[in-house]
């Protein structure tokens, strides 16, 4: 009977914490520069802000590695990678 328990713990844990690691590696693995990208993270928000009609939602950089929407400064922050990236994930390094 303990082991069944411990079996459910398990996987339990598995269901849990397994899509997050799967889901970080996948990003690692495309996260590497891609040169041939037109633009980069920052310009390919600021084109999809603009072209939603949202001209006068501001987009800059956060030093917390977070990305986010703040509504009430209605501002989109971006990490310095996801910024400056040109990766598919926006994670990648990005050109000085």
Known sequence: MPI???????????????PQ???KSVMARHAVDRPDFPGTGGELARHLLD????????????????????????????SPNNLTGRSVTGC???RS
Not at 4 to 18: E, H, V
């Open 92 to 94: 990648g390094r990005g």
């Open 21 to 23: 690691y799967w889901v």
């Open 4 to 18: 069944l328990i411990i079996l459910g713990i398990l996987a339990l844990l598995a269901l849990i914490f397994g």
């Open 51 to 78: 072209q939603a009609g949202l001209a006068d939602v501001g987009l800059e950089e956060t030093p917390a590695g977070t990305d986010h929407y703040d509504p009430i400064a209605r501002v989109v922050r971006l």
